[in-house]
């Protein structure tokens, strides 16, 4: 069964630096996602991607996030200069478009030291 | 805004007793629902979604789940639960608006205790 990937499963990194989250969406999935889950806390939508660009954002998503898919199959998450509470586990997600029947990918635990 | 309350924070249940995870929403169309597991340490499995039609949905692993719009609820529930189930519980709404590029909106979670 087709499945959301992602790597690395856990990046640790220092404060100020750039991180990049990678994510390889189902095939034939058209709209691609972000989420990100504070220890303890519920899943907040980061980002929605279609056709090459943002379809809709949240408000944590600032400018020091960005998103792209460089090819046709990875769809990254870029944070330029990482804060403490950057830390967090990163969900990708895909859906064909239909109904928001989003799959998940296994997530990116990020430490921001 | 839309938003989305689980109530309960933690419910502990025996095992082999039945279950009922409570979920209410707050959304000013009628918004597409679903339930969603995650287990220690592992990423979000979709239990049950419901878009239209019939009321009261089939999951995975036994679960199902009754939308009743008067009280803006889609409550889970499993007639008998086992070891396994425990895990947080996460309800989540979306809006299609045709597009399919909405983010979903997530309740904090429930997180399910079994005792033997």
């Known amino acids: 069964e087709p499945e959301v990937t992602q790597t690395p499963s856990h990046q640790v990194t220092q404060m100020g630096q750039e991180v990049i989250l990678r994510c390889v969406p189902i095939s034939n999935h058209l709209y691609f996602y972000w989420y990100r889950q504070i220890l303890g806390q519920k899943v907040e939508f980061l980002v929605s991607?279609?056709?090459?660009?943002?379809?809709?954002k949240s408000e944590i998503f600032d400018d020091q996030f960005s998103v792209e898919r460089p090819d046709g199959s990875n769809f990254t998450l870029k944070i330029r200069s990482t804060k403490l509470e950057d830390s967090a586990m990163y969900f990708c997600?895909?859906?064909?478009?239909?109904?928001?029947?989003?799959?998940f990918g296994p997530g990116t635990r990020l430490t921001v030291l | 805004a839309q938003s989305v309350t689980q109530p309960d924070i933690h419910i502990t249940v025996s095992e082999g007793a039945s279950l009922e995870l409570r979920c209410n929403y707050s959304y000013g169309a009628t918004p597409y629902l679903f339930w969603y597991v995650q287990s220690p340490g592992q990423g979000l499995q979709l239990l049950l979604k419901y878009f239209s039609g019939d009321t009261l949905v089939q999951g995975i692993k036994g679960f199902e789940a009754e939308f009743k719009r008067s009280q803006s609820s889609f409550n889970l529930r499993k007639p008998s639960v086992h070891w396994s189930d425990a895990a947080e519980y996460f309800c989540a709404v979306g809006l299609y608006s045709g597009g399919g590029a909405d983010g979903l909106t997530f309740g904090k979670g429930t997180h399910l205790i079994i005792q033997p």
């Open positions: 991607f279609y056709n090459n660009e943002i379809s809709e």
């Open positions: 997600a895909s859906t064909r478009g239909d109904y928001n029947e989003q799959f």
